[in-house]
């Protein structure tokens, strides 16, 4: 029997402990460095600095959703994830094509290479780990 007090299915156990902190060291790197930069330097390169909030903003909410739990942050966080990982192959194939377009990197700028390739690697172990953890969670 279900009850509306039941606490969600935990996400952040194992594998998933490790994802909520890397993503929180990313939210932290994310957003101080692009609040800095926007408040700084915006006419400098205003497209890598708003990529790199909007990716601070990402990081956070699937943060939060890990630690959330439940099956609805379980798709919440497969969907944003999916979304990252475009984001962080768009934005890299872009500033390899036309490095015009940012005069300044993005978090996600050369797939993450100023973050050791973290931005492309956290994506793709959350996809795996959210899709392995369909099967353990429940609504």
């Given at each position: 029997m279900t009850t509306a007090e039941e606490k969600p299915a935990r996400l952040i156990s194992g594998p998933g402990l490790l994802l909520v902190w890397f993503y929180g060291v990313m939210v932290v790197g994310a957003v101080s460095r692009s609040a800095y930069q926007i408040a700084t330097e915006l006419d400098r390169a205003p497209l890598a600095y708003s990529l790199s909030a909007v990716a601070g903003l990402v990081y956070g909410f699937i943060t939060?959703?890990?630690?959330?739990?439940?099956?609805?942050?379980?798709?919440?966080?497969?969907?944003?994830?999916?979304?990252?990982?475009?984001?962080?192959?768009?934005?890299?194939?872009?500033?390899?094509?036309?490095?015009?377009?940012?005069?300044?990197?993005?978090?996600?700028?050369?797939?993450?290479?100023?973050?050791?390739?973290?931005?492309?690697?956290?994506?793709?172990?959350?996809l795996y780990w959210l899709r392995k953890a369909r099967n353990t969670v429940t609504p």
């Amino acid at each position: 029997m279900t009850t509306a007090e039941e606490k969600p299915a935990r996400l952040i156990s194992g594998p998933g402990l490790l994802l909520v902190w890397f993503y929180g060291v990313m939210v932290v790197g994310a957003v101080s460095r692009s609040a800095y930069q926007i408040a700084t330097e915006l006419d400098r390169a205003p497209l890598a600095y708003s990529l790199s909030a909007v990716a601070g903003l990402v990081y956070g909410f699937i943060t939060y959703t890990l630690v959330r739990g439940g099956e609805t942050a379980r798709r919440a966080a497969l969907f944003c994830c999916a979304a990252e990982l475009a984001g962080v192959l768009i934005v890299g194939t872009w500033t390899l094509v036309d490095r015009s377009a940012f005069p300044d990197a993005t978090v996600w700028s050369d797939y993450g290479m100023g973050y050791v390739f973290i931005p492309v690697l956290l994506p793709l172990s959350a996809l795996y780990w959210l899709r392995k953890a369909r099967n353990t969670v429940t609504p």
